[in-house]
């Protein structure tokens, strides 16, 4: 039988919080958004380069955990 899935409270981040979430700058920020097809796409509040963006922050978490993982694969023994 499946797990239920968790139910996390839905919380946007801004960029400079994701930055601080995930321990790297800004222009690393937008490294991993243009590279990493698995990096979480964020929401635009506005247009153009004015717009604020937003993250959800259960995706940020998720896609942390994923590359932690990817990063330091568990003992098979």
Known sequence: MAEPAIQRPLRF??????????????SSLDTLRKTD???PQ???DGEGRSAVL??????IEDWMAKWASQRRPE???
């Open 54 to 59: 937003y993250w959800y922050e259960h995706e």
């Open 37 to 39: 097809p698995d990096f």
């Open 75 to 77: 003992d098979d023994a």
């Open 42 to 44: 964020p929401i635009a």
């Open 13 to 26: 981040l801004k960029s400079r919080e994701v930055c601080q979430k995930i321990g790297r700058g800004r």
